[in-house]
């Protein structure tokens, strides 16, 4: 186990190396895109829209604005990022030269969306806090750990799509079919409490979902421990089997 964990971290700090090499220019557009998209819905089309659960618009759309920075980030970089690494760079080709197996490539990669989702989502809600949208600045350490959690299931997502397309193209149909529908209704944008049954059972699929619920209570300072733990434990359920199809899908795709 040591050395498997040794081993998966190798990946890790390979790809922080990589991405630190542009760091500024990589971090860009998290921050960029939530702060144009609360700007043009918070600030433009909240003085339209009546107080959401007793919060501003711009209150309500913060949280989730905050968690989907890392289902984007873990998508994306499980899904084009490993790709290009697999095919174009044959970066895994020469790693399994070395004592690294495909398990140690799959729990590195995934170690890895697990920080990286994690320090985007810190990046976003310390920007949000200093404009006044945190309730409680207490639970600001909570919420990169709740972009981690979020950022496994959409990571593994990726990798899943990476084990199963035949060219790069096929991505945009995941991103247009799976992540587009997992982003507009997770309840970001409205709350879905009031929304027909039906469509909250489909909300309710979405990891994303109950990720931004966790970050709603962590910005909102309005933790119950019941739905909490529950939103908690869909999470990590989702986070589990996601990963383990992905594994298998992974690892055949490595060794071929």
């Known amino acids: ?3 498997f964990l040794y081993l998966s971290w190798q990946i ?3 790809n922080w190396l990589v991405y630190s090499k542009d760091f500024w220019a990589n971090i860009s ?5 939530p702060g144009f998209l609360l700007l043009a819905l918070g600030a433009g089309l909240g ?12 209150q309500f759309l913060a949280p989730g604005v905050a968690v989907s920075s890392a289902m984007f980030t873990a998508f994306f970089e499980t899904s084009y990022g490993f790709y290009v690494r697999l095919t174009f760079e044959a970066i895994f080709k020469a790693m399994l030269t070395t004592p690294i197996g495909a398990r140690e490539v799959v729990a590195g990669e995934l170690m890895w969306v697990f920080l990286k989702g994690a320090m985007m989502t810190a990046g976003v809600s310390l920007v949000l806090a200093c404009f006044g949208l945190f309730s409680f600045v207490a639970w600001l350490p909570v919420v990169p750990l709740i972009g981690g959690l979020v950022a496994l299931p959409c990571g593994a997502i990726g990798l899943i799509a990476s084990g199963t397309v035949r060219n790069i193209n096929q991505f945009q149909a995941v991103y247009a079919f799976i992540i587009s529908p997992l982003y507009f209704f997770s309840g970001i944008f409205f709350p879905v409490d ?5 469509f909250q059972v489909f909300v309710n ?11 709603q209570m962590a910005f909102w300072n309005e933790f119950h421990v019941v739905p909490a733990l529950g939103h908690l434990a869909v999470l990590l359920g989702y986070a589990v089997v996601l990963i383990a199809v992905a594994n298998r899908l992974v690892q055949r795709k490595l060794v071929l």
């Not at 003085?47 to 711009?58: D, K, Q």
């Open 1 to 3: 186990m040591r050395e």
């Open 12 to 14: 890790v700090r390979r």
């Open 29 to 33: 557009p998290t921050f960029t895109e």
């Open 47 to 58: 003085p339209f829209v009546e107080r959401v659960h007793g919060h501003s618009y711009l």
């Open 194 to 198: 009031a929304a027909p049954g039906w």
């Open 205 to 215: 699929i979405s990891p994303l979902y109950h990720g931004a619920r966790l970050a």
